[in-house]
């Protein structure tokens, strides 16, 4: 039973990885950016609901469906590194900050985003 205490006390105390990663067909310059404090469990929940055919980004969603998994890639751009403040818990404006960076250097690559994803959620 102390074992199991040990664990979970261990568990609360992991820092799952933090940032930012984008989800874009392998042909084509659209992509959906999205960030997290907690990215992968945000990317599984990402790949689940477009395999279920319930992401929010419909626009996304149907050339999902169209085009199928194998045809799009999610990767990790950047993880944003944990405060030194031990107590610090809230980091959306980091993310925010490197969201707003990332956009930027997308659309100087000539990337577009699907609709309603700038900007749109932390």
């Given at each position: 039973?102390?074992?199991?205490?040990?664990?979970?006390?261990?568990?609360?105390?992991?820092?799952?990885?933090?940032?930012?990663?984008?989800?874009?067909?392998?042909?084509?310059?659209?992509?959906?950016?999205?960030?997290?404090?907690?990215?992968?469990?945000?990317?599984?929940?990402?790949?689940f609901?477009?395999?279920?055919g319930?992401?929010?980004?419909?626009?996304?969603?149907?050339?999902?469906?169209e085009?199928?998994?194998?045809?799009?890639?999610?990767?990790?751009?950047?993880?944003?590194?944990?405060?030194?403040?031990?107590?610090?818990?809230?980091?959306?404006?980091?993310?925010?900050?490197?969201?707003?960076m990332?956009?930027?250097?997308?659309?100087?690559?000539?990337?577009?985003?699907?609709?309603?994803?700038?900007?749109?959620?932390l």
């Amino acid at each position: 039973m102390e074992r199991r205490k040990e664990l979970i006390e261990m568990y609360k105390q992991m820092k799952p990885d933090m940032g930012i990663f984008i989800v874009k067909p392998k042909s084509g310059s659209k992509c959906l950016l999205e960030t997290s404090q907690n990215l992968h469990g945000y990317i599984n929940r990402t790949k689940f609901q477009l395999d279920a055919g319930s992401h929010p980004n419909k626009e996304l969603q149907k050339e999902w469906k169209e085009l199928g998994a194998e045809n799009f890639t999610i990767e990790v751009l950047e993880l944003l590194k944990y405060d030194k403040d031990e107590s610090k818990t809230d980091y959306s404006e980091e993310l925010a900050i490197l969201r707003m960076m990332w956009e930027e250097k997308l659309l100087g690559e000539g990337k577009t985003f699907y609709k309603g994803n700038v900007n749109k959620r932390l």
